[in-house]
């Protein structure tokens, strides 16, 4: 299957919620204002965000009437630019190698599994893949990463349950430098910022990296999971505030009909969405792409 297919599908949900409530708009003929508080609103119920919504439908309104456009469709290919252009003003990111990346989030995100997708990811790009085993706090965290590594045919490094997760940071990091490993993947325990002392352990490995691996490209990516909507923006805020977050890797955009939380993620915070998981499968993680990810809206 072809990646705007991926994603198209992905994203049905979120098009449902949100293209046949413009329809049915657009249907009553009129684009006065309040087509235009209709529109802000089911924007908003897609988890666009408040003040999202409400600026891109401002944009659109002023567009409208200055282009005079009456046609439902073209308001439609409008909205879609001035979705894009969101997108195209964020920071980009390319990974380059050899490189670190460290994975943050709460529990039940999907982090384990999409350690996972990421190794199959760049195993197929055929590049050496380390997984890490820094979750040393919840119980069977290990056991479920090495499943994936079993799974992937991917090294992993890890210690006995509630061992130091820096000390297993270390030792990941000289395993692949002696090793020559393109990309180390470091796993780190599932937490809320209200876990103050978890959350100074994320710090500590941070500090460990700078520290022994100057030389590798470093990339901090939060998951989050995209059924949570809004409730994601808390999350980034409350990580960034212990670790620079690099991007994000927004999971389960499938099983949501809040797809629109990612425009909300770019208007608040500039991050750029790097990798969404399409579904469950190991091969169903995807580098995000705003052009396919729009189109998918619509």
Known sequence: MGLFKKIKNALKKTKDAITRKIDELLSHGELNDEFF????????????????????????????????????????????????????????????FPCIITIVGVNGVGKTTTIGKLASYFKNMKKEVTLVAGDTFRAAASSQLTEWAERTKTRIIKHAEGADSAAVVFDGIQSAKA?????????????????????????????????????????????????????????????????????????????TAKGGVIVAIEKEYKLPVVFVGVGEGVGDLELFDAEDFVEGLF
């Open 37 to 96: 508080d209709d529109l802000t609103d089911v924007l908003i119920s897609a988890d666009v965000g408040v003040n999202s919504a409400m600026e891109i439908v401002e944009e659109l309104r002023e567009i409208v009437h200055k282009k005079k456009i009456r046609k439902g469709d073209d308001v439609k290919v409008e909205l879609k630019n001035i979705l894009k252009q969101y997108f195209f003003d964020a920071p980009k990111i390319e990974i380059k």
């Open 179 to 255: 090793k020559k490993t393109d990309v180390l993947i470091v796993d780190t325990a599932g937490r809320l910022h209200t876990k103050t002392n978890l959350m100074e352990e994320l710090k500590k490995i941070d500090k460990i990296i700078n520290r022994e691996y100057e030389s590798a490209n470093r990339y901090t990516f939060i998951v989050l999971d995209s059924t949570t909507g809004q409730n994601a923006l808390s999350q980034i805020k409350a990580f960034d505030e212990f670790v620079k977050i690099d991007g994000i890797i927004l999971t389960k955009l499938d099983g």
